[in-house]
């Protein structure tokens, strides 16, 4: 064949053409051979981030760094990368000698070596060519910066991520490719000692000036992310460079070896201890202070080290002995590598059948006392004493109202959903109801109804416990101090990290640790549902005992305040769910409080995907379809008392579990007598559809009983903005096609169908019963939905920063942020503070005179008879006083004695009802209360309180 003349134009075309393709060629090998040999590795280095930061929740995980409690985190993360890299990167020479098993035949163990080394670097060979592992190594820190300058983009509000994202890999690979240029300078100016000395001052620089950034980046985050980035980078060329150092050393293969194999068995350990330390403190409930991606990179470390050593390894080993020509000169090799790979398939045959037929049964958590007792069993046949829904209205609206026989007054009964969405849907609602609390005190004398699911759930319980144990304090003179209490409530309970030990769960301790850690004084095992009721129940216990706002009112009774609050929160995660409206087979009197609203939690049995629900109440075969829905209280305990377990019942908190039991987050706890339970969200994820059971019931009624026109249902839905209108791109929305394909959209709706399947059916379905219901009333007598939509997706995550809790509030303090939501909101306050035809009454003489409304607050349980005796006095005098008491309501933790106005014209009015309450001679508490005036501006209440409005508390 003639050669080719490389010194003509067409022979230099031919020449740069052929060495291009053989360039693809070897490049192409590289590639195929680094996934085949390499792509569990790949798989569990960059899954993890890719799939957080694809689903919306990496934003929160990353702001939350900037905040002082989390700063040791950064470092944390970075030694975890560190670490990651090394296990990606180290060759196993440890599991080498396990697998060779030889004794007196070092040779073998080097030449083996030897030939890892070959393909662990990437060196160019006849037999396999791949990358260096190096590369690998760094990937997943390079896909962290992405994330972190998404995070910036986002902050700094630009739309260039995509330039931005392609920028930063440009500089990366161009620096790296630079590093590799000049390996031969690096490896003379670096010493190895060196290196980790460098490392080390950079992976724990963090730790030492976390006071600096922590406090410059609440002011400018933006900043602080920068930093990072930049911070990041650093590390990741450090790391390049020593991991690039080690290879090129120029020392005998015994070193390397022993380096090696030193550093695989230190990382071995390091590891494998970590994991143990994070679940002592995750059983502990104290693993909230590591952030989830260390624990995702410690988990993925862990598994690569596991998969290398166990199966790599060995794999190898078989495919250097088949392709080795010289090899088989070396009879007297006894490797059991064969053998040991055999064992490894058993013992991953054996765990997985511990996983389905050994493991524990996960029950849901129970507690032993004696209960509510209101289910009972005679003659093998459950009693259910529970009230109906009927009749425990009946009992509310006697005990929280008082209900005027003119059918101009209206009495606001308010039902609640609460949409799923992780700690941003409980910190929503949570949030909505202290505000609306703030603006309408007797908010929630007026809830009859909270139906939620998923994260809602948690605000509601939590917004239950403040209520049902009195935690909040009310000794407030200003209304900026009742606000920042708020938000430190808010706060405290939600910029929590409650993903850890999810992921630690379900990835590690669930199958290693947890079945073998019993709950203390039960033989129940604990699981990441148990662990997380336990983080929720701390993360109530530090918003009424960290509370700054709380300290300074509070001063000499704050630690005594404390440690009443401590003990009712414990009482409260520890009792019964029934126990809130029930004691000993009957209804709480609640000795002068108001009657709890009914709390129903709804949730999904996964065997069938039938919609459960915990209720306080029985429901009537003709109010609902007992084949579709499943009353968890009902089948629980017709089982637990056909086993003699009266004794066991279900605490509200684990309830609250189980709503929020998100798929691989949680586990599905078994309910004995009803199956396993898994998110509410997974039937319906709006909380509606129990909503509208409980509307129709109640409207039936109230139409029966004739009294429609002085009952007003106040519907209210705290809900998410629907993804359409959200429109936010992430860092997969350039890769995605104007036109998708067919399995695109079949992704996209098992993804979605789950959490969305029958909620807009249940909101439609709603608002066509109430549109029903009010055809024939008049407009001030209809009753009235409101949907408060959050102003931004709440996409499901339990790890939130205190930058989106100031976003809620930021949300209501300022109109224009989001002004659909501040509409309807006016709207509701409008409407609960409204004073319909009753504000007007004809006076003997003729004329009409305009009535004062008076709302009367009082501390002490034992006083209700008196107070309500003042409330009626003041509602029936014939001595044209001009006053009106809508209804009373039982307010603890205040030691004052005032009566309040918030206009100076109504000064008048103030004195004239204090001097009718003194000549009322009705005593309080065995005297006449003697009430102080007591002004306070309108204008700090967001010109919520209207003229004519005054209000009495009594101590």
Known sequence: MKKLNTNTVYGKIIYLFHKAIQGLSYFSERVLNTIKFNGIYLILSLAFPLVLWNAGVTGDFIVSLSQLEFSKNVSFISIGFFLLALSTWVIPAFSIYFFLLVKGQQEFVEYFYERFL?????????????????????????????????????????????????????????????????????????????????????????????????????????????????????????????????????????????????????LLIIIISSLLGFCYMSNDGILGSVSPIVILLIVSSFYILFFESFYTVPQTIKYIVETSKTFGAKSNFKGNYTLYRSLFYLIAIGFTFYLLYKIPEKEIYQVETNGAEILSMEDKKLIDNRESIESYFEKWLDTNHIIPESDSVMTNVILISGEGGG???????????????????????????????????????????????????????????????????????????????????????????????????????????????????????????????????????????????????????????????????????????????????NTTRVENGMKAYFSPVKANTSDIDSTRVIDIMNDFYEHQLKNNKKHSHIPTSAAVIQSEAFPLLNTYNFIPGVGHMGDGGMYENTGTETTLFIYKVLKNYVKKKGIENKIRFVLINYRSKDEEEEKKDNFFSFLTPKNKLMVQYTIDQVMRNPFNGHAQDALLNLDKEVLLNNQDLRDDKKDVIFNLMSPNQLITTRLISKKTIKNIFNTFENPKVDTLYTNNFNRLISLLNQQPNYSKTQSTNGKVMQKYMVYIQYASPDKKDQVAKLAESINNSTSNTGFYVPGIEYVPNFNINQIRYFYPTDSLKAVELSKFIENSKIKINRSLPKLDLKYFDYKNFKANVKTSQLEVWIN
């Open 118 to 266: 070959l393909f662990y670097n990437g060196i160019k060979s006849n037999r396999r060519n791949q990358f260096p592992a190096r590369y690998i190594a760094i990937l997943p820190w390079m896909v962290f910066t992405l994330i972190l300058l998404y995070c910036y983009s986002v902050e700094k509000e630009g739309r260039s991520y995509l330039l931005l994202s392609i920028g930063l890999l440009i500089f990366i690979i161009f620096i790296i490719v630079v590093i590799d240029r000049i390996k031969e300078k690096i490896e003379t100016l670096f010493s190895k000692s060196l290196l980790i000395f460098i490392l080390i001052i950079l992976l724990i620089i963090p730790v030492f000036s976390r006071g600096i950034y922590s406090d410059t980046c609440q002011e400018n985050l933006s900043l602080f992310i920068f930093c990072l980035i930049s911070y990041n980078l650093l590390l990741i060329f450090t790391t390049y460079i020593f991991l690039l150092k080690m290879e090129l050393e120029q020392v005998e293969i015994i070193c390397k070896y022993k380096f090696s194999f030193k550093l695989h068995l230190l």
């Open 423 to 601: 700690s941003k849907a409980g910190s929503w609602l949570l949030a909505n109801l202290l505000n609306t609390e703030l603006n309408y005190p007797q908010l929630y004398s007026h809830i009859f109804s909270i139906s939620t699911v998923s994260g809602s759930t948690t605000g509601a319980n939590f917004y239950m416990a403040i209520k049902d144990k009195n935690l909040s304090s009310n000794n407030f003179t200003k209304k900026d101090e009742k606000v920042d209490y708020m938000k430190n409530i808010v706060t405290d309970i939600y910029t929590k990290n409650y993903f850890s030990s999810n992921f630690l769960g379900v990835l590690f301790s669930d199958y290693v640790f947890n079945p073998f850690y019993k709950e203390t004084g039960s033989n129940q095992y604990r699981d990441r549902n148990q662990i997380l009721r336990i983080e929720e129940e701390q993360a109530l216990l530090s918003a009424f005992g960290n509370s700054s706002t709380l300290k300074k009112i509070q001063r000499n009774s704050y630690k005594d305040t404390l440690k009443i609050n401590e003990n009712n929160i414990k009482d409260y995660y520890k009792q019964d769910y029934l126990s809130l409206w029930y004691n000993k087979g009957k209804m709480n009197d609640h000795e002068g409080n108001l009657l709890n609203p009914l709390f129903f939690i």
